[in-house]
């Protein structure tokens, strides 16, 4: 009994040295993106978060699909990375502080709320904030699943027009990078598998569409459409045998 206790343990403690550490992402924000395409991308989202609080018959229009939680969980997880990224400088903004205004903003549930929490994240984005959030967060905190799944989906789709004739390689690529940098948060965000025995393959996808990602990004800079395709095709792979073998396991 002893030993069966004592291997229990062996087991407990292993199993937490297996856990990733959820202080930061885990793998190395620089190898992925760079600090230009990370502010590029917060740009874009809080000026779509500023259209969606402009009024409140803006606001009314985002409510069913959660657009604001999606778009502000995107903010959330691009000013992590930079915080964890070297060249963090480079960014005219406290990023933690950004982080931890858009994470409120996706609580926004009234017009009343969103409007108080875009002011936060725009003052934090225009780098008035006081620079006294912490630099640790972790990673399945900063965006839901189900949000997140609709951003990778309709970047999914724009990134497949742009690849077509890849006119803007650089807008293409940095939707990559994006979705590159979303995926550390899918692989921590484990929530969803409910079979522990699956845990290894669902970490095993979600590293798969990261890399395969990140070197797409590397083509289309290139312009090597050929392998940007390839790239983008075993990504695809990816989220097809998640949702096949764990997502719908049970169906
Ligand atoms: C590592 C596993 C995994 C990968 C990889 C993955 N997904 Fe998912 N996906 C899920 C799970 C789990 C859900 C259910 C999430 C929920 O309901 O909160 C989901 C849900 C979705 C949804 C429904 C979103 C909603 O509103 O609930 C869409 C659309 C989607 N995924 C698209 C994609 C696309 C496109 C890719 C790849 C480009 C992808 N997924 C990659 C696991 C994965």
Not at 28 to 33: F, L, N, Q, R, S
Not at 70 to 84: D, F, L, P
């Amino acid at each position: 009994m002893r030993c069966f206790i004592l291997s229990l343990s062996v087991l407990a403690a292993s199993a937490l040295c297996l856990l990733p550490a959820w202080g930061e992402a885990p793998q190395k924000i620089v190898e992925i993106a760079s600090v230009d395409d990370l502010v590029a991308e917060i740009n874009a989202k809080v000026e779509l978060l500023g259209q969606q609080t402009a009024s409140a018959e803006a606001f009314a229009m985002t409510v069913e699909k959660k657009e604001v939680n999606q778009a502000a969980g995107v903010v959330a997880c691009m000013a992590q990375a930079i915080v964890e990224h070297p060249d963090k400088a480079k960014a005219k903004f406290h990023a933690a502080d950004l982080r931890d205004a858009a994470v409120l903003l996706r609580a926004a549930k009234t017009f009343d709320d969103a409007k108080k929490l875009f002011a936060a994240v725009k003052d934090a984005h225009a780098g008035k904030s006081a620079g006294t959030a912490k630099p640790d967060a972790e990673w399945n905190k900063l965006t839901g699943l189900g949000r997140m799944m609709e951003e990778v989906n309709s970047r999914s789709a724009t990134i497949r027009r742009g690849l077509r004739r890849l006119q803007k390689p650089e807008e293409t690529a940095r939707d990559c990078t994006t979705l590159a940098i979303l995926a550390l948060a899918m692989e921590v965000d484990t929530h969803e598998v409910k079979d522990p025995a699956q845990l290894p393959l669902w970490r095993e996808l979600a590293v798969k569409y990261r890399t395969e990602m990140t070197a797409m990004a590397k083509a289309v800079r290139t312009k090597d459409t050929a392998k940007a395709t390839e790239h983008f095709t075993s990504a695809n792979d990816a989220c097809n045998k998640c949702h096949e073998k764990i997502r719908d396991k049970d169906k």
